[in-house]
Each structure stands twice: as C-alpha cells, then as structure tokens.
C-alpha cells in the first residue's frame, strides 16, 4: 500500500534541514560550557522521529513550512531534555545513550540538571519568535503550539507519565494502567508531533474531522511505539539500541511484554498500527503518505 | 515621595488573587504525587515578588489583568521550579528553604527533578489558555509572554547565569563577571516580570520609551535584588532568611560582599535603587506608584 512512496527519501531533505536548525538555535556560546552540554543532548545522531511526525503532518494539511520547522525542533528539544534528565543517578541511572556517554557523564550532574531545563525554555522560545525573525509566523499559531507542547510535556503528559513510572517500580500494574503511564509518558509528545504539525495548517482550512483523526493517529502511534520499545528491550542488544538493553527487566519496571507476554504485545503493536492507519483514512486528507510511512516505520523498527 | 502610597494595602488583594490562582492552576491531582509535589513547592508562603511586579507593570500600563495574573503566576512557577532544581544535592545541596525541608529532602530526588521540569511546562501552559477559557486573552499577547519568559528563564537568562555560578565556586570573579552572572541568574527573570507586565497593555498604548524604561527599570532592581541577598547573607540569620544563612562564604562563592565590600556593597544597592526610580520617571507612565513602592520593599527588605 505505502509501495509507491520512500520514507528514506522523503527523510532526507527534511532530517538535512532539522539538522541545521537544531544546531544553528542550540548555540555552543551559552555561558560557562552550558551551550556544549546542550548541544551534546540535542546534535548526538538521534533517529528525529518526533520532528519528522510535526513535519509529516504539516504537509498533510498543508502547512506553514516555517512555522512546522521551528515545532520539528521545539519537540525535540523537550524529548531530547528527557532523556538528559531520565539519564541521571537519581532517576534510571544510565550512563550510556545512544552509544555515547550521558551528558551527566561528560558534564557533571548539575550541568546535566541545568542543560535540560534550559533545553525546554528553548524549545518554548523556537516556537514564538518575534517580528524580527525572517521566519516568524502568526502569533495565534505561536500560542497553539506553545499550548500543544506545553500540555504535551507537563503533568498531564510526559512528566506526569514519568511519575507514574517511578511509582510503578517493582509493582504489577494492570494493562489499563500500563496504557496509561505510556500514554502520557511516551505517548502524549509523539501525539503532540503530530498536532503541532496539524496546527501549522491555516486554521479554517482544517476540518474537525481531520484534526481529531490526526490526533487518535497520533495517540496511537505513540503509544505503538512504546509497545514496539518494550518488545525491543527485550529482543534486541545494547549495540543495536544504542543503549542498555534488559534495563526494565534489570530496574523491575513493569513493561508490555511482563503484563501482556511477548506474543500478545506484537498482536498489540499491529492493532495499533491498524487503528493509526485507519484514522488517517478517516482524516478525508490526501497527502498522509509520509505518516503512513511513518507509522509502518514505528511498528516495524529494530531500534 | 512614597509615603501617599501604602503598598501593604495594595499588595493584600494581589496576593490573594495570587494565592488562589496558583492553588487552582497547581493541581492536586496529577498522577503519583506529581501534584503534590508541585504544589509542596509552590504554595508554601513565598514573597511572591515577581507576580507583584507583573501586576505593577500591567497597572502601570492599564493592562488586561486577566493576562497579568497568568503572567504573574507563570513568572512564579518558573522561579518555584529553579529552587527546586537549585536545593538539590547535585547543585546547592540545601534542605531548608522558607522554613520547610526542600523538596527533595520531602519527595525524594527524582520526584523533585520532576516537578520542577512540569512546574516548567506549567509556566508556558498557563501563558497559552485556549478560547475556551473563560479568562483567555489576544494571542498575539499569549506569543509575546510566552516569548519573554522563555529568553529569561533558559540558556541567555537564569539557567545561563546557573551556569556561571556553579563554575565560579572558588573562583576570584571581577566585578563585572560577577553582575554578568546576578543579571543573568537573578536579574533576567525580575526584569521579565516587569517586562510580562508591561506586554499585558494593548500594543500601540504602550510607548516606546516607556517598554525601554520598564525594562531598565526590572534590569536596576533585579541586581539591586541580588546585590542586597548577598548582604543579608552575611548579616540576617537562618530563621529571618528562612533559608541557610551564610551558605555562599561556606561554599566559596564569590559574592558582591566578597568582591566589593559590605560598605561599597551597600552604597551599590542604593546606586541601584537610585536607577530604578529615574527609569520610572523618564517612563513617562503616571501610575507607578506600586513598582516604586517595591523597588523600596527591594532595597529595603531584610529577608
């Protein structure tokens, strides 16, 4: 079905250009070596799947390009803070990421601390550039999408996801439980991707029917991709990953595969690959061939 | 000069619109104690200085005050959130703050590293309501708050001069070095509030000698700020500070005290104060009467 299109191309130009841009706004000369431990956390050859989603369904709808490019990157700041702050000794104590040493390693715990807080102001600052700024765009788009991301990161998303993590360790949770740290916790920032791309889209342009769709898509790729990341930290190696592979089971974290067994959750990615595939149909736009793309990408990775 | 104006009177309603606004925007209810985390960190009796000074600079310039009271909300959840940070035993490592244990002495480490990043998150949510908010406001608005308290709070404002302190313990710093740092650490987010203020009046009102004023008006009184904690370090006591007194000689940092002297320290606060007021004048705004009166309490103040 997705045959006729090629992800990797498509990819390209788009990864070229939130390449560049991350590393043109995460400027090295922040003071006291605080620029280079956020450009260590951002510039480190990430798969840039959240970008690629805001960028995906921005053309969907059609978008602002300039606008959509600023959201690529303020997602991935707020993803890429994450994992600065999950990585350190007080939370799931990793010392590797993506084959290189955390930035608490390189840099110290307090700049690790202070490097990701100061990766989430920016990622708030990408998104409302001022009248000055060659590319800047409509304030009421700057105001939605600080909202989408906002919501996407805080208490209600991907922090309180993390808090229910770190209450979850050594529990058995039930899978309605499991779907719900997963869904706020990985699940809420790819969703948002996904509507920051839609809210690029001149609003009136943009049906109801077509935003609610793009967000279940959303909704279910990201929680897909947690599914397909618990199956991987089991099957796959520390190589492949780029990261320790084994680490829920060696934490006692209770995953996909230890509620619903390894069988079961395949089945379960796949169904959610299915739902995400029929909200778009149900979206009525027609240039969803990178999110389609995209999702089988979700579903079928090895890292 | 002051005397016709009793800012005790004017404070007491601000500060209970404060008060519940921030006891109604902090919920309770995010999952596995996020929430109460938060608001352990939030509503425990600060001074609420910068709200003040975001409600002074909006009546100053006959702003909307349901946009002030957001800005002033947010401007403290942005500070809130830095004290947790900086309490922590990877930074400050301190365990009394206003009184109380530190949050992370109370909710343990990684539960405080997570609410100060959704305390964050939070700060931006709250500048971005929705139309369905009954309190919403333009979003033109919404951008440009969101906008100045992103470049305050992150890598060119607090969290850059953070950086600059964690690398001046032990260091000899000039003078100028020195008010880098406290102009970045401290002086960035008061100045915000003065300048969130200001950016709740309708554009056009507001002059551009008098935006340009306000400014320098937050930049004077946020050193001046600084300028007298340094002091009150070495002259108040724990229990009138709430919080370790002498905490900077013992961990070697480099202070105005250190640096200048107590006596030039002293005469620098009032060079400052000094400043402010004349920025106040040359603003060309009739009613700012309750900046001034904090700009006292600023100098002032013996906690």
Not at 119 to 130: M, Y
Not at 154 to 180: F, H, K, N, P, W
Request: charged fraction near 20%; charge should be negative; proline fraction near 3%.
């Amino acid at each position: 079905m997705t045959a006729a299109f090629d992800l990797d191309s498509w990819s390209v130009g788009h990864l070229a250009r939130v390449e560049a841009a991350l590393s043109q706004w995460v400027v090295a000369d922040a003071p006291a070596d605080l620029g280079l431990a956020m450009r260590y956390a951002v510039l480190d050859g990430g798969k840039r799947l959240r970008p690629l989603l805001v960028l995906a369904a921005c053309e969907a709808v059609q978008g602002d390009p300039h606008a959509a490019l600023r959201a690529a990157c303020a997602v991935e700041l707020v993803h890429a803070y994450s994992l600065v702050h999950d990585d350190m000794p007080c939370m799931d104590n990793d010392i590797l990421r993506r084959g290189k040493p955390t930035v608490h390693i390189k840099f110290g715990q307090a700049q690790a601390l202070l490097a990701g807080d100061a990766l989430q102001a920016l990622a708030f600052e990408l998104l409302a550039p001022d009248d000055g700024d060659a590319d800047s765009f409509a304030p009421v788009m700057q105001a939605t999408l600080c909202r989408l991301l906002a919501r996407a990161a805080g208490y209600a998303g991907m922090a309180g996801g993390q808090a229910i993590d770190l209450a979850s360790v050594g529990q058995t949770l039930t899978e309605d439980r499991l779907r719900q740290m997963h869904a706020l916790k990985t699940g809420a920032l790819l969703r948002a991707s996904v509507q920051m791309g839609a809210a690029c889209g001149l609003s009136g342009h943009l049906t109801d029917q077509a935003s609610a769709s793009l967000s279940d898509f959303g909704a279910a790729i990201g929680l897909a991709f947690q599914v397909v990341d618990d199956i991987l930290d089991v099957t796959a190696d520390s190589a492949t990953l780029g990261k320790t592979a084994g680490k829920d089971a060696e934490q006692d974290k209770p995953t996909y595969v230890s509620v619903l067994g390894m069988a079961q959750s395949k089945a379960y990615a796949q169904e959610l690959h299915g739902l995400a595939l029929a909200a778009l149909q149900s979206s009525g736009l027609s240039n969803t061939l990178a999110l389609q793309a995209l999702a089988d990408k979700v579903v079928g990775r090895d890292n």
